[in-house]
T-cell receptor, first 110, second 114 residues
Framework: GQNIDQPTEMTATEGAIVQINCTYQTSGFNGLFWYQQHAGEAPTFLSYNVLDGLEEKGRFSSFLSRSKGYSYLLLKELQMKDSASYLCAALSGGYQKVTFGTGTKLQVIP | DTEVTQTPKHLVMGMTNKKSLKCEQHMGHRAMYWYKQKAKKPPELMFVYSYEKLSINESVPSRFSPECPNSSLLNLHLHALQPEDSALYLC?????????????FGQGTRLTVV
């Protein structure tokens, strides 16, 4: 089965750092994606982790611990345009099945 | 070209209608997906096609019928839908058979069943 959990909502201040956590229990786990989705738009790819550790990409970093079934997305120097939903998604089942978590709605305030 | 194009963008259909959603990509991706997304919920996987063959069906009702006529196109045929089927339908594609690959999403078709 698949179970992927994230906080429902978070609020952070412009210019600050925010960490969005994701815990997962997935059979046949291969790796973990993070996607950003603005209201009414399609999800856009942010990162993909397959090995344990931190991967940094500009203002966004993503961390994975396979043994703990845990990941987080770190957003630095927050901007107002970062207000969106952030979805973690587990890849399993022969590299084909992408199952999304519940999503975290982030609101960035001035 | 890193686009996945979905048509139509919006669709309103009656419960007795038959309609089709279309998805097209020219990135050479051999895995294509249909997702359903209700408001304020994450996308839910419906179907996966790999090399033009249906590889995953997430117990989707038969009133939804997918079709992959070639490696660039993916259709979703709709018949006798219910109002609760109203949602955003997202198509995605990725390179098949590779572990480190992102899925590119189309902008979706917003479907309303009346």
């Amino acid at each position: 089965g698949q179970n992927i959990d994230q906080p429902t909502e978070m609020t952070a201040t412009e210019g600050a750092i925010v960490q969005i956590n994701c815990t997962y229990q997935t059979s046949g786990f291969n790796g973990l994606f993070w996607y950003q989705q603005h209201a009414g738009e399609a999800p856009t790819f942010l990162s993909y982790n397959v090995l344990d550790g931190l991967e940094e990409k500009g203002r966004f970093s993503s961390f994975l611990s396979r043994s703990k079934g845990y990941s987080y997305l770190l957003l630095k120097e927050l901007q107002m345009k970062d207000s969106a939903s952030y979805l973690c998604a587990a890849l399993s089942g022969g590299y084909q099945k992408v199952t999304f978590g519940t999503g975290t709605k982030l609101q960035v305030i001035p | 070209d890193t686009e996945v194009t979905q048509t139509p963008k919006h669709l309103v259909m009656g419960m007795t209608n038959k309609k089709s959603l279309k998805c097209e990509q020219h990135m050479g991706h051999r895995a294509m997906y249909w997702y359903k997304q209700k408001a304020k919920k994450p996308p839910e996987l419906m179907f996966v096609y790999s090399y033009e063959k249906l590889s995953i069906n997430e117990s989707v009702p038969s009133r939804f019928s997918p079709e992959c006529p070639n490696s660039s196109l993916l259709n979703l045929h709709l018949h006798a839908l219910q109002p609760e089927d109203s949602a955003l339908y997202l198509c995605a594609s990725s390179q098949a058979g590779r572990m480190n690959t992102e899925a590119f999403f189309g902008q979706g078709t917003r479907l309303t069943v009346v």
